[in-house]
Nanobody
Framework: QVQLVESGGGLVQAGGSLTLSCAAS????????IGWYRQAPGKQRELVAT???????RYVDSVKGRFTISRDKAKNTVTLQMNSLKPEDTAVYYC?????????????WGQGTLVTVSS
C-alpha cells in the first residue's frame, strides 16, 4: 500500500511563488513515477509535471520555465516549485503515484491541495 499526502497550497498573488510537497509512505519501493495534476473549477484534471524513479521529468507546456518538479529520496517527497504564478494556475493540485502492482501498475492519488492565485 502507498499513501500520498500533499501540502503547501494556499493563496498567492500573481507573480508569486508556492512550493507543493507530496509525501509518500508505505510501500515506496514500488513507486515508479509521481506526477502532479491539477483541476480547475469546471475543467478536467490535467497533468502538470511528472518525475520518474530515475528522475526523468516532463512538464505541460503551460508551466515550462515556471514550475520545477524534484524528488528527495531520503524524505520520500516530491516537490513542485511554482514560480511566476498566474491566475490561470488556480486549481486543486493532486499528486499521483504510479505503483508497481504485478502484472501491471495501479494509480494512487493524494487528497489534493488548493492553490489560488489572485490577480
Amino acid at each position: 500500500q502507498v499513501q500520498l499526502v500533499e501540502s503547501g497550497g494556499g493563496l498567492v498573488q500573481a507573480g508569486g511563488s508556492l512550493t507543493l510537497s507530496c509525501a509518500a509512505s508505505g510501500s515506496i519501493f514500488s513507486i515508479r513515477a509521481i506526477g502532479w495534476y491539477r483541476q480547475a473549477p469546471g475543467k478536467q484534471r490535467e497533468l502538470v509535471a511528472t518525475i520518474t524513479y530515475s528522475s526523468s521529468t516532463r512538464y505541460v507546456d503551460s508551466v515550462k520555465g515556471r514550475f520545477t518538479i524534484s524528488r528527495d529520496k531520503a524524505k520520500n517527497t516530491v516537490t513542485l516549485q511554482m514560480n511566476s504564478l498566474k491566475p490561470e494556475d488556480t486549481a486543486v493540485y493532486y499528486c499521483k503515484a504510479q505503483v508497481l502492482n504485478l502484472p501491471g501498475y495501479i494509480e494512487v492519488w493524494g487528497q489534493g491541495t488548493l492553490v489560488t492565485v489572485s490577480s
